[in-house]
Structures are given as C-alpha cells and as structure tokens.
C-alpha cells in the first residue's frame, strides 16, 4: 500500500467514524483551511457524520477573504499605463467593484501574467525591464516566506522595477478575532496543516488558554480529519481545551523558523482587512521600511480605494460560519462558479464553491 | 522542399502552394481520391453516415505519446466511432503561421499520414493556408471524418438507461496532464505519455459482440466528469460513480496532487465510456481487456433513476458527493 492510501483506508476511516457516532454528544466545529474544505467535501466526510456534529466552514481560502478594496486596489494598478500585473490565477475571476476583475481588465487591455511563484514574476521583471511589475502578495502564513525571498532577491539583484501588493493575511490573529464575535459558536477548531508548517503550535496556544477551546492542527486525508474530530468530540465531553498537533509527519511543533525568519525580515504585522468581517488589528503583513522601494504602495503611491459593499453577497456570514452557502439567497442563482457574486464562489477553496461543487441537496 | 520555414506564399495558391501540395502533402496522404487534385473528392457511400469535424490547436504541437498531426486524425476519428461507425474519409485543412520550421510541417504531416493510415481512413481533400507571423501559433488543423453506420440503433448520450453499467476503457487524465506537464513555466517533468490513440478498431470490436450499446462518447476536453454530466443530462438519468473503481495511473495521481488538478476533468485522447445493459458488462470487459488500448478497463458505475441528470461518487468511506460540470477551462488549449 502506497505511504498516502494508508491515510485513507476505508476500513481505519469506518472504525474512526463509528466511534465519532457513539462517543458524540454534540459539538460544532469549524475548519479554517480551504483544502480541509475541499477534503471534508471530497472524501464525502460531511455526509457521514452524526447530526450533533456541525461543520463550519471559516475563512480558509485567501482569495476569499481578499477584500473589495484590495480587488479595487489592484484593478486600479491594472489600469494603470506601464504596469503589469503578476499574480496566481485564482485571483483572476475574483470580482470587484462593479464585477469587474483581472480578466475584464485584460480585456481592457492591462498586461496580466498568471504565474506559478512568485520568482516567476522576478522573472518577469527581468524580462520587462520597462514595466513596472506587480505581484499580487494574497496568501496565509504559506505564501508569504516565498513572497519575502522575493522581495530580498529582489532587493539584492537591484531589480527596481519589481514590486509587491503586500495583501498578505495571517491565520491566529484572524481566529482570535473571529471569537471576539459573540454570535460565534464555535467549540472547537481544525487548524490548517500548511499554515502550521510554517508558523507550528505556539500561534494557537490563547485558543485554549484564554478562549477555553480544543484544536487540532491536522492534516488533510480522511483519516487525519476523522482523527482531529473525534480528538474534538472528546475534548468536548470532558470539557477539555487542548491545542494539539496531530499532523506531526509535515508539521513540527516548532513550525519553520527558517521561513518565519525571512518572512518578519521583510515584512512586519499590520492591521489587514478581511472580506465580510472587516479589520483585524495584526492580521496582516506590511512590507518593512528598507524594502520600500519594493512596496507598490509606497513606491507606486496608491491607496486603498472606498468601494460600495458587492449588492447581496453574504460572504461575511458564510466566511464567519454563521450562514450555509446554500443559505444564500444567491447561491446557485445569481452567484455559481461561472458568475461568482462573491470571491467565496470563485476560487476552487471557497467554501461556496465546495458547497456548489460537492453538496448534492444544495 | 528548399525553404527551411513555412513562407507567405505557400498559401497563395500559385507555385508555391502547387509544390507543397505536390511535394510535400501528396507524398504523405496516399489516396487517389485526393491525388487527383480535383475541387472536391468524390465519395461511395451508402446508408446512414455519421460526420463529425474538430479543430486542434493544441499547443506544445509535439508532446510525450504524440504530436497535434497524430491527434488531429485520432480526435476526430475517434468522434465518428462513438456513433457507431466505420471512420472512412478523413478531409484536413492546415492553418499555418509563416515561419513555421518546415521540418516540424514535414514531421506533423508524416504523423497525420501515418495515423490515417493505421486507422483505415483515407484523407479525400484538404486545404492549406498561411498566417502572417504571429497571427497563428505554428499550426492549427481541422479534419472532418466521414464514416459509414454499423449498428441498427446507433449508441446515442440520450439512450443510457436506470440500470445500466458505466464502464471507462482504461485509465483517465493522461493526455490532459501530459499537455500541462509540457507546458513553458511550470517547472515540472511527470513521467506521463498523452494516450492518443485510434480507438475505432476496438469499438467495432465491441459492437460486433454486443450491439445494443447504449453510450459511447470519449471524455476528451472536460475529461470523464464532464463528460458524464453531458451524459446524465442528454439522458435525464443519474450516474453514480464508484470512487475506488476509478482507474487513474499513479504517476497522473501525483502529478495532479501536485499541479491541483483533479484527473477526472483532465482530457483523454485515447479512451471511452461506454454504458450499456447490465447482463452484458463483463463480456464487454473482456474483450475490451483483451485488447492493449483497453487492457485497464473497468467497470465504474451505474445509471440510476435517482438524482437525474447528476452524477454521484460514492467515495471509498461510503460518503457521496456531487461530481459537477468543469467550470470554464481548467486548462487551454490541450487538444
Ligand atoms: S453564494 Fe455567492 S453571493 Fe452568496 S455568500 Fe457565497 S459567494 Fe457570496
């Protein structure tokens, strides 16, 4: 049996979920990682569960907590004469004011280039010494170590005409501020496996000191989900509040100091806007004074546009758990895949996506 | 031919056209129909007929397990057997961009020659045209197959039946990530080969045996997902797919974990699906099995009267998920 079968063998999964079902005396959860949520989707995990235990699906995918002003922001570069535009393509259907996004941009004529890294658009900077070359810097704590080195390759090979949209988010001042919320009932979290890879245990630790919640940072084939939920089933009976890692053969405890070195190098915590919840004091990164030249805020002298709220979207109650996608009054009428309302429709991670790709009855 | 590249003036229609027509093209296609250089060919068929015309433009034009020469002939060969018929004529128009190597026409044009001929069909008429630089990329080719009906009742996307077996020829997502593999910028080798291939043979084969088949169709662009929710709404009927039954090659699975795709929208250029009464779904099984390009075929679902026009997968937990229509393109131009 290859090494990844062993984490989905059906009849270790079975055993997990029959004790899930026995042992359950209720309890909510939420998932913060948008691979979990395709995983969950996937694996058809939603559908096996006891009804006493309830899955929410947070704000797990970058694109979809992208805020209308930071699409805004970078529709606004896009414009712009001699600027190209690099960013991963997830980003490219993401609407913004007036519905209008990267493609329709391109159509308008900006120089848009989907990349797969972001050394491929230092590549490109390279290759367009003319231009000004923006990357779009949307992603967790797992993007960004790359999108730092970037910046100090960039920094060191003198590469002026490169910059960064540092549009970065991170994850615990995000959790934190999502339980600051009293209408939130959540009693227990799956925490992301990639982001735990960089930043490790630490980060989480105040879930269960201050906020007297159980985690697990878990990985991403059923067998490790079912693990992390009958870890939470329990914790939940005997009312206890431990933050473990149970993803121990990608995550150390530690996490990657290394990364989280270059990353603090260059960038520095700030407040950071999230789609449908708003500001969330330290939950983002801005790039450090000595790399300023590198920042397309400072160095290219943009601001972050006002935009009227997207009409009708609900992706601030669905990001924050409170509402189902299919809840949605758009949902599957106005807003699918191929005409998303909402960035949560848009990249394959978002949880209305899942919900419109996966859900038979949605 | 002396030029190196392909030049303006090959798509003229003077002298220059005339010798690479002569030269070149005529030297590859070997039909008399077309040799004999008329306006049009003429054609002897009788009955039913089934016509079926496809663009390629695929792009890189040479790739692991074939080139956009060979594909172009598989493609739409392959479109005209899924109805049931034996492809006959094949016609080809070329689109080329002034300068292409000629070496590369030469090697494209063998390879169109060569898999018209191990297919049976014969390419009857044709047409070449050159685009200025940059207004093409290298080489674009439409083929129209023609071919003659075998079956009383021609397999058809609206005949699959509650009841019915689902079975696939073999495994799926290889041409579509060997494409992507290829692909300039991603810096990614799999050790994948496109399985474009002629599949009328083994479809007549099968129809001579067993010749109530309700559904043939090959999950070329949208890959087997797609395609059996084309399927499901064509027939107002349910699939509901075996997850573990699923074949896909362990080189294509980590590919695709890798680049975020998932196999089953992924293209096939060399593999079908066909649906057809329960009682006769292991005959079909061993004698698709029985064959190379079949020898991985399997049985992976059935058509349900529950949830018409869906396609279920029950996973190997036991759960069930939707599997959907592929969103707009997942990847371009690959066939
Ligand atoms: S269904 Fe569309 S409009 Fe509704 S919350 Fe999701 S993304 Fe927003």
Redesign the pocket.
Known sequence: MNFLDKFRDPELCRRLLDLIHKESKGVRFMEVCGTHTVSIFQSGIHTLLPDNVVHLTGPGCPVCVTHDREVAAYLELAARPGVTIATFGDLMKVPGPKGRNLKTAQADGADVRVVYSPFDSLELARKLPDRQVVFLGIGFETTAPAVAATLKAAREQKLANFKVLPFHKLVPPALRGLLSDPEMRIEGFILPGHVSAVIGLDPYKFLGDDCGLPAAITGFEPLDLLQALLFLVRQKNTGGHEVVNQYRRVVADAGNPKAMQVMYEVFEPADALWRGIGTIPGSGLAIREEYAEHDAFRALDLTLPEVPPLP????GE?LKGKMR?DQ?P??KKA?TPAT??????VSTEGS?AAYFKYQLDA | MNDAKVLLDYGSGGRASHRLIGELLLSHFRSPELARLNDAAVLDLRGPVAVSTDSFTVDPIFFPGGDIGSLAVHGTVNDVAMLGARPLYLTCALILEEGLPMADLERIVASLGQAADAAGVAVVTGDTKVMPRGQADKIFINTTGIGQIMVETPPSGDRARPGDAILVSGSMGDHGLTILSQREGLAFDAPVESDSACLSHLILKLLEALPDIHVLRDPTRGGLATTLNEIAGQSRAGCLIEESSLPVKQAVKAGCSFLGLDPLYLANEGKFICILPEAQADAALSILRADPLGKDAARIGTVTAENPGKVVMRTPLGGHRMLSMLEGEQLPRIC
């Not at chain 1, 009708?312 to 992706?315: A, L, Q, T």
């Not at chain 1, 998303?340 to 429709?345: A, D, L, Y």
């Open positions: 009708g979207c609900r992706c669905v996608p949605c758009l949902f807003c998303p309302v909402g960035p949560c429709m209305c």
